[in-house]
């Protein structure tokens, strides 16, 4: 099936740094989601976006709704242990609610 | 927040017997539920779309005789894994659509090993 491109595959990174990741495609969407999937879990959403160039924060997490409307991205600012994870992407076109996800990051964070 | 459940968690079975995973949403009723298969180090990939009182939309290469879907109320969808060999084995997640919130909300997932 059809995935979106998620770079980068995966970080490891020491606690209190920064991190970023981003999803592109080559179709338009007019939803992005982030997730974050710990393992033997389902994936938790942790940000929505909804509007081309839309801004979004949730704690330590802001995401953005690229103006083209074909990528977006996420960045986690001062990272925590708690913060491994893989994180997903996904992407929605229309109204039938489906999904379509990216390949996935897997974050790893040094204590 | 909303909340989905699936039982089993994991399940391990022989090869030629079928398996029922379900999906409940425990707060909110839903009209559409989603099934994903994800094996391992990879992404989800969609499955079919469970609609309430009418038939199932699978996705393009996934046997709907083979992955037989029911959604017959607002709260719970079926998925049964029928005469399942090892290479069926996979983690197996739903998830459901809150009209409310227009988001899907995902079930914990269940772990499938067929011997």
């Known amino acids: 099936g059809q995935q979106l491109n998620q770079s980068p595959q995966s970080m490891f990174i020491q606690e209190g740094e920064d991190v970023s990741m981003n999803c592109t495609s080559s179709?338009?969407?007019?939803?992005w989601l982030w997730y974050k999937q710990d393992p033997g879990e389902g994936p938790v959403l942790l940000i929505a976006?909804?509007?081309?160039?839309e801004l979004t924060s949730n704690g330590r997490l802001t995401a953005q709704f690229g103006i083209t409307r074909k990528d977006s991205f996420l960045n986690i600012s001062a990272s925590i242990p708690s913060d491994v994870g893989i994180y997903f992407c996904?992407?929605?076109?229309?109204?039938?609610?489906?999904?379509?996800f990216g390949s996935g990051t897997r974050l790893l964070v040094r204590p | 927040g909303a909340v989905v459940s699936q039982h089993p968690s994991w399940v391990i079975c022989k090869s030629g017997t079928s398996v029922k995973i379900e999906c409940r949403s425990l707060?909110?009723?839903?009209?559409?539920m989603f099934w994903y298969r994800q094996f391992p180090k990879q992404s989800l990939m969609l499955m079919a779309t469970?609609?309430?009182?009418?038939?199932?939309?699978?996705e393009q290469g996934v046997e709907k005789d083979k992955f037989l879907i029911n959604h017959a109320s607002l709260t719970l969808s079926t998925l049964t894994v029928t005469s399942a060999h090892p290479e069926d084995s996979s983690f197996y997640i739903c998830?459901?659509?809150?009209?409310?919130?227009?988001?899907?909300?995902f079930g914990p997932g269940t772990r499938l090993t067929v011997l």
């Open positions: 998830s459901a659509h809150a009209p409310t919130t227009n988001e899907q909300f």
């Open positions: 179709s338009i969407f007019n939803t």
């Open positions: 976006l909804y509007k081309a160039g």
């Open positions: 996904a992407g929605r076109m229309d109204s039938s609610y489906k999904l379509i």
């Open positions: 707060d909110f009723q839903a009209t559409t």
């Open positions: 469970s609609n309430e009182g009418s038939k199932a939309t699978y």
